[in-house]
């Protein structure tokens, strides 16, 4: 941050302080955060030849912002990338602007790169159902069997993401009926828990050897710390491999194919947005997508004239 003027820097962290504060970010997103806007603010000192003010930041041109993202572009950034940091820029612009009472447009105004959107992957409901029956059968040890099956179930079931099926406490069983869980941004959702989910936490419950203890992790390892989520990819891995699955069946997979079967089952999108934890519907929409492809799919396959 040298090369960033005293009066950047501090409209830099007063604007990480109030996502934190005030908006509720997690800490990765403002780190990342961060690093996008001071690289622009860097860019912006050896393109000018000095440090630049406040002043300076509410006179950049359309013109410069081009500039920044060819030299990215140049830098070999994909489209992807450019287009995520040109957003924090523009977040960063439009606090500032409210802030100092400049007209943001010249930064606004700018488009992102064009790139396509990967879709999610979800598993068929067929597969889906193989996954929660095979993943048993991948460890010797029948409390750790148990164990996987509860978690897989939880991601299945009520679409939580591993983190948060990780950081499920002693105090948390048995489940309720509604689970209320702390995702990104320390946003607060409530789950519906279905009763497969409930029956297989207190199945691995019953079997596992290390004691319920209120403030520690409901899900144990081996030796009885925290479940680490590599334990779970591994059992995935070797589940897809036994069931011939695509390397797309992750343990997330099982949260995308949550969203994808309520959706095609008729649940509304904002009630899935709200079960899911996104902030914006634009992410949950990514599942509409998702089912058109595959309705485009079975026409194509099966359509007399296709």
């Given at each position: 941050?040298?090369?960033?003027?005293?009066?950047?820097?501090?409209?830099?962290?007063?604007?990480?302080?109030?996502?934190?504060?005030?908006?509720?970010?997690?800490?990765?997103?403002l780190?990342?955060?961060?690093?996008?806007?001071?690289?622009?603010?860097?860019?912006?000192?050896?393109?000018?030849?000095?440090?630049?003010?406040?002043?300076?930041?509410?006179?950049?041109?359309?013109?410069e912002?081009?500039?920044?993202?060819?030299?990215?572009?140049?830098?070999?950034?994909?489209?992807?990338?450019?287009?995520?940091?040109?957003?924090?820029?523009?977040?960063?612009y439009?606090?500032?602007?409210?802030?100092?009472?400049?007209?943001?447009?010249?930064v606004?105004?700018?488009?992102?790169?064009?790139?396509?959107?990967?879709?999610?992957?979800?598993?068929?409901?067929?597969?889906?159902?193989?996954?929660?029956?095979?993943?048993?059968?991948?460890?010797?040890?029948?409390?750790?069997?148990a164990?996987?099956?509860?978690?897989?179930?939880?991601?299945?079931?009520?679409?939580?993401?591993?983190?948060?099926?990780?950081?499920?406490?002693?105090?948390?069983?048995?489940?309720?009926?509604?689970l209320r869980?702390?995702?990104?941004?320390?946003?607060e959702?409530?789950?519906?828990?279905?009763?497969?989910?409930?029956?297989?936490v207190?199945?691995?419950?019953?079997?596992?050897?290390?004691?319920?203890?209120?403030?520690?992790?409901?899900?144990?390892?081996?030796?009885?710390?925290?479940?680490?989520?590599?334990?779970?990819?591994?059992?995935?891995?070797?589940?897809?491999?036994?069931?011939?699955?695509?390397?797309?069946?992750?343990?997330?997979?099982?949260?995308h194919?949550?969203?994808?079967?309520?959706?095609?089952a008729?649940?509304?999108?904002?009630?899935?947005?709200?079960?899911?934890?996104?902030?914006?519907?634009?992410?949950?929409?990514?599942?509409?997508?998702?089912?058109?492809?595959?309705?485009?799919?079975?026409?194509?396959?099966?359509?007399?004239?296709?």
């Open positions: 941050m040298s090369l960033i003027s005293p009066a950047c820097r501090d409209a830099l962290q007063a604007w990480i302080d109030h996502g934190r504060a005030i908006q509720g970010q997690a800490e990765a997103t780190t990342a955060y961060r690093a996008d806007v001071v690289e622009f603010l860097s860019f912006m000192t050896a393109h000018r030849g000095e440090p630049q003010g406040l002043g300076a930041l509410e006179a950049v041109t359309t013109a912002m081009r500039a920044w993202m060819a030299g990215l572009r140049g830098d070999g950034v994909g489209a992807r990338s450019l287009a995520r940091k040109l957003s924090a820029v523009k977040a960063f439009r606090w500032l602007a409210s802030r100092e009472g400049f007209e943001p447009t010249a606004l105004s700018v488009r992102p790169p064009k790139f396509q959107r990967k879709l999610p992957r979800p598993l068929a409901e067929d597969a889906a159902r193989d996954v929660l029956d095979t993943v048993a059968l991948q460890a010797r040890d029948g409390w750790v069997a164990r996987d099956v509860a978690v897989v179930t939880l991601l299945y079931g009520c679409g939580l993401r591993i983190s948060e099926a990780l950081g499920l406490k002693g105090r948390d069983a048995p489940l309720p009926d509604v869980i702390v995702g990104k941004g320390d946003k959702r409530l789950v519906p828990v279905l009763p497969a989910a409930r029956d297989a207190q199945n691995y419950l019953a079997l596992c050897p290390h004691p319920k203890e209120a403030d520690a992790p409901l899900f144990r390892g081996v030796r009885g710390g925290p479940l680490r989520a590599n334990a779970i990819q591994s059992a995935m891995a070797k589940t897809r491999l036994q069931l011939g699955l695509p390397s797309s069946a992750t343990p997330h997979a099982l949260r194919s949550f969203a994808t079967h309520l959706l095609a008729g649940g509304d999108l904002r009630a899935i947005q709200e079960l899911l934890g996104h902030a914006s519907l634009s992410t949950t929409q990514a599942y509409t997508a998702v089912d058109t492809a595959r309705l485009m799919e079975v026409y194509a396959r099966t359509h007399p004239k296709a």
